[in-house]
């Protein structure tokens, strides 16, 4: 009988919590002309008539309750001015808005009339909301929107929590309705960030820590004992959780999608699902965009929960799946049985990404090897452990296994704890340490003062290297693909093919010599490309013209190229009005990217000037 009453509790406070966003707010007001359903110009319905609402004095808290209104949460919601989201037609209905933080309807907060107003459509206001937090809650009082009194909208009126019992378990739930991590959630009590107003609505919360929901942690629900000064508040883990996952795949590189909103985790309907949907997921998860493939139907099996998304349609430009042309978020005509999934073309597999790592070195390209295995990580024994061994390892953590170096007897430190692997004998065409010949894991015969570690090339992209030539200037061309390494044939292969291979490689464009016919040994296993016709000015093999998998080649054909000994510099300065300035440029994995500016003193500015030849 008590499980029912708290299942009818829970039923009617969802409803509750719906009809905050119910006639009024659905019906009577939109957001138009925005990137997703998230944000746009400020719409009202109002005597028959859609119509705008001026910027006069609108800020982020008229926003707030816009954003509310719609179903999502008002924390960090943004007002934009001077039609922002472009100029609307028809009716201005509102000016002078003047919400204040207890507000729920824009309708109640204008100063003027309806349809009063001395504005014109270049003044139509528009709001950013915060798709993937909770609506139902927020952070009041805080110095930013990681902190603050802990609110929760209940009855369609803002109240606050009891301290009583609050602890970090609860604090972790709250953190993650917000879309903030679980970890290092802070509780506080006794009104840390100021008293609150109005209802008390929650007290004697115990939560486990891994609920979804605050109103699943069996709280006390508006009796209570307590006064505004007991108001409990919440301090959150910067760090923001993922807002895109892969579940169902057999690595982290494939799987069902899921995106987070509102505080919930949901898939995305395969309806127009495509390629370029898929590219952009890749790429948010940090993985590459090239070549990844989309996946319909269920293909890594039906999700549960929410459909977030339907009908995406993104483009080559798009870098956010949020910001894709799509439906209104939670809007589809779909079942889970057409959930969408993706396979990224990654040079990793499961094991390297979550099962590797290099510990104690000046930069995440070296370290002493640690490998995880049955739950706890451990190191590697350097017997036999060569610059081959150290060529995967690198290799499956994304650097480049050109030049990867072996380090032995505890280079960078002893570990702790056990020693997994030992007499490693790797090949050139092995993509896993955890197969490469080697005794049985967890057997072995060292001690930690003989770890093994590496030194991985950071420079080089991953997905190519030079193999059979006297140095790393010079080899047959070998790319990876579809998890294998492969060669390239040398039909109209010529010197401007070659300077893009030597600019991935971090080495000049200038003078590289294209080689065929096999000169320096034939390879094994596929060959990926045939017919490559580079302009010399591409960033990437792969955005040349060339005939990909398809080829009429063996390998006596296989393609080579010879470098020039002067590397490009792995530093630079764009921007500025001379040589001797502008911002800094890094050049890593075959890729120019910027350097954030969190500690960047004048020391560091010191050693860029003198890598660039100038004074310090």
């Known amino acids: 009988m008590e499980s029912y009453q708290y299942t009818v509790k829970w039923i009617c406070l969802v409803f509750s919590v719906q009809t905050a966003v119910g006639d009024v707010q659905l019906n009577k007001i939109r957001l138009v002309n925005g990137n997703s359903s998230a944000e746009g110009r400020v719409e009202v319905f109002y005597n028959g008539e859609w119509g705008t609402v001026c910027d006069d004095n609108f800020d982020d808290k008229d926003a707030a309750v816009v954003c ?25 209905w509102m000016d002078q808005l003047e919400c204040t933080d207890y507000d729920t309807n824009i309708l109640t907060c204008s100063r003027n009339a309806m349809g009063i107003h001395d504005c014109v459509h270049g003044e139509d206001a528009g709001v950013v909301c915060n798709m993937f937090a909770a609506p139902n809650i927020r952070l009041v009082g805080g110095n930013d929107s990681l902190e603050g009194r802990l609110e929760i909208l209940h009855n369609n009126e803002w109240g606050t929590v009891c301290d009583d019992s609050w602890d970090s378990k609860d604090a972790s739930v709250v953190c993650f309705m917000l879309g903030y991590s679980r970890e290092n959630a802070i509780s506080t009590g006794t009104a840390r960030f100021g008293q609150g107003e109005g209802p008390i609505w929650m007290d004697d919360v115990s939560c ?65 699902f495509d390629d370029k949907d898929a590219a952009v997921i890749c790429s948010m998860l940090g993985l590459p965009s090239r070549n990844a493939a989309a996946k319909g139907q269920a293909f890594f099996g039906q999700g549960n929960g929410r459909i977030w998304m339907d009908n995406l349609r993104c483009t080559d430009y798009d870098t956010d799946l949020f910001s894709c042309p799509q439906n209104a978020l939670g809007s589809h005509n779909c079942l889970h049985n057409e959930d969408a999934g993706v396979l990224c073309h990654s040079y990793h597999l499961t094991a390297q990404i979550n099962n590797v790592r290099l510990v104690g070195g000046n930069s995440s390209a070296e370290g002493r090897v640690e490998v995880f295995y049955n739950g706890e990580w451990g190191t590697v024994c350097d017997d036999n452990f060569d610059d081959k061994d150290a060529a995967v390892v ?26 997994w692997i030992d007499e490693l004998k790797c090949t050139d065409y092995d993509t896993s340490i955890f197969n490469c010949s080697q005794n049985i894991l967890g057997s072995h015969d060292c001690g930690h003062r003989e770890d093994a570690g590496v030194v991985c090339n950071m420079f080089a992209a991953p997905n190519i290297r030079l193999v059979g030539g006297h140095d ?10 579809n998890n294998e390494w492969g060669t390239v044939c040398d039909d109209s292969w010529n010197s401007k093919d070659a300077s893009v291979v030597c600019f991935m490689l971090g080495y000049s464009r200038e003078n590289a010599i294209s080689t065929g016919t096999a000169r320096f040994g034939q390879g094994q296993g596929p060959i990926w490309m045939d017919d490559v016709s580079c302009q010399g000015t591409e960033n990437d093999i792969f955005d040349c013209n060339k005939t990909l998998v398809n080829h009429n080649c063996d390998h006596s054909d296989d393609a ?55 004074s310090r």
């Not at 760090?239 to 995305?268: C, D, H, M, Y």
């Not at 030049?403 to 702790?416: D, E, I, L, R």
């Not at 009005?577 to 890094?586: D, F, H, K, L, P």
């Open 394 to 419: 690198c290799s499956m953590l994304g650097y480049s296994s050109m030049n990867a170096k072996s380090k032995q007897q505890a280079f960078f430190g002893q570990g702790t704890g056990r020693i």
């Open 472 to 481: 790393t200037l010079e080899g047959r061309l070998e790319i990876f693909h």
């Open 68 to 92: 509310s209104m719609l179903g999502y949460n008002s924390m960090n919601a943004k007002s934009k001015q001077q039609a922002f989201f472009g100029q609307g037609n028809g009716s201005i």
């Open 208 to 272: 486990q820590g891994i609920e979804k929901d605050i109103f699943d942690c069996n709280p006390t629900l508006v009796n209570h004992n307590c006064g505004h000064s007991e108001d409990a508040g919440v301090i959150c883990s910067p760090a923001p959780i993922n807002k895109v996952r892969l579940e169902g795949g057999k690595s982290s590189a494939q799987g069902r999608v899921e995106v987070f909103i509102k505080g919930e985790w949901g898939t995305v309907c395969d309806d127009s």
């Open 560 to 614: 080579g190229v010879i470098c020039s000994k002067p590397p490009i510099n792995k530093v630079r300065l764009v921007g500025g009005n001379s040589s001797a300035q502008g911002r800094v440029e890094v050049f890593i994995n075959g890729e120019w990217g910027t350097v954030c500016d969190d500690s960047f003193d004048d020391k560091d500015a010191a050693v860029v000037c003198l890598m660039l030849g100038y």
